[in-house]
Structure formats: C-alpha cells, structure tokens
C-alpha cells in the first residue's frame, strides 16, 4: 500500500504549485476589475438607478475616478434630453461602512461636492457635505420631459444644502437638514415676459420633510408649501399675476395649474 501511494502524493506535490497559481492568478483578475473598472460600468449603473432619467455619456477613466457628459433625460424612450454644459467629474473611495464621492463640473461648481454614501439592510443613507452655492442652468431641466420640455425654462438655478442627509428605507425616502434651491431671473417660452419673476424653494427635514416655495420678485408670483410623506411628495401651491401682466402670462398660468378665475391651482401627489 506505501509503495502505491508515493506516486500519488508526488503527482499532488506537483500539482500544488500550480493550483496556487491559479488561485494567485484569479485573485490579481478580480483585483484588477476591481481597481481598474471602466468608468462606463458605473454609467451603466447611474441610468439603471435612476430608471433612465440620468446618463452619464461618454464615460472616461474608471469607476474610482473619471468624467462623463451629464444628461437629464425623460426616462427610457424618451426623446428629451440636456447635456450639461461642461463634463462632470468624480471621485469614489471606500471608507468604513460606504463609499466617499466627490463630484464637480466646471460650470456649475466651484469646488467639489462630497457626499458619503452607506448602503444599509433596507436601502441607501446618502449624507452630503455643506454646500455654499452650485449654479446650474435651468435649461437643463427641459431634459426630465413633461412639462419641463414645454416650459423650456430660462434662468439660474443656485442650489444651497445643510446637514442634508437623504435616507432610503424599504422605498420610503426620509430627510434631515436643510436645503435651499433658488430660481432666478426666470423666463420661459411661453411668455415673451422677461424674466417673468425669481423664486425660493426651501427644503426642511424631519419627521415629516417640508416644502416652501415663494416669490422674490416678478411678475408671475408663486407661493406654495409640500410635504414629503411615506407615499412621495404632496405640493399645493398658487400662481397669479397683476393685471398688467395676465395677457402675457395666460398661456402659462393654463399649463402650471387648473385655472381659478385670473389665478392657477397647483397640486401634485
């Protein structure tokens, strides 16, 4: 029996190195997917996500860190989409319990904005860092589609947050902190008004999130509050105008709400 086995035993010693090699060799692969993954697979992830209303074209570079064209789109199938003006880029690292991102455009940021992400048993905790002021273009939301590409707006948007912390759970999205989204010097195709009035909209977290959306100034005012329930946002608002500005602003007042006498009901959810 010992002499039968010693043949066996040497064939194992030879074949050992080799197995090690294979495990060595598929380990410095996964590795390398890892480290080296192209930034494309994170595009593919970013329109998946977001049920095809955000692209990430012509990604560069890899998942950890790249740039791609940013693009607002209406959705699979839609025909609607923005580009931003400059390209969006990004870092990502791990860090204990999640991801850190950072991202920044050179059009719309002066300085990158980081955020923490941690996936949870039930969902996401997205935690963003303070953010000043970020200055988009409003054109950009005629990419989202109705009514967005009917309104083809016009202007500045300037986004502000504090302590934001977004929070997924089991679908349910809740809020903590604040942010702050400024509309100015606003026009739209829809009036030859311009610009036709520049607003606040104020985002509050908590138990129950909260919207607040007012006018600064213009002729189109608009005033209206929200909340952000377990079954998605709830918005009632109003819009009027002065007499001398009905006529130029009635097509716009018919497509933002039902129309009441010379003012507009906005609601949603």
């Not at 912390?165 to 604040?178: D, F, H, K, Y």
């Not at 030859?192 to 213009?218: I, N, Q």
Request: include cysteine; charge should be positive.
């Amino acid at each position: 029996m010992t002499r039968l086995a010693r043949p066996s035993a040497r064939a194992a010693a030879r074949t050992a190195p080799w197995r090690w090699a294979f495990v060595g060799a598929a380990c410095g692969v996964i590795l390398a997917l890892v480290l080296y993954a192209p930034a494309r697979w994170l595009a593919v992830t970013v329109t998946w996500a977001s049920q095809g209303h955000v692209a990430l074209e012509d990604a560069q570079g890899t998942v950890w860190s790249g740039s791609a064209q940013w693009v607002l789109a209406g959705g699979r199938g839609s025909r609607d989409a923005v580009a931003l003006p400059s390209r969006l880029a990004w870092t990502l690292r791990p860090t204990l319990g999640g991801l850190a991102l950072a991202v920044q455009a050179p059009c719309c940021t002066l300085q990158p904005i980081d955020m923490q992400l941690r996936p949870t048993p039930q969902g996401l905790t997205v935690t963003l860092a303070d953010v000043a002021a970020t200055h988009w273009p409003a054109q950009l939301l005629a990419g989202l589609g109705t009514p967005w590409n009917t309104l083809q707006l016009e202007g500045q948007l300037q986004l502000a947050a504090q302590g934001l912390q977004l929070q997924w759970t089991a679908g349910r999205l809740q809020v903590q902190g604040r942010a702050e989204l400024l509309a100015l010097n606003m026009g739209s195709r829809l009036t030859t008004l311009r610009p036709m009035g520049s607003y606040r909209l104020a985002l509050e977290g908590g138990a129950v999130a909260t919207l607040r959306l007012e006018t600064l100034e213009g002729g189109l005012r608009l005033a209206g509050t929200g909340e952000w329930r377990a079954s998605g946002l709830h918005f009632s608002g109003v819009a009027t105008t002065a007499p001398q500005h009905a006529a130029v602003l009635a097509n716009l007042l018919n497509l933002i709400g039902r129309r009441e006498g010379d003012r507009s009901i906005i609601t949603l959810g």
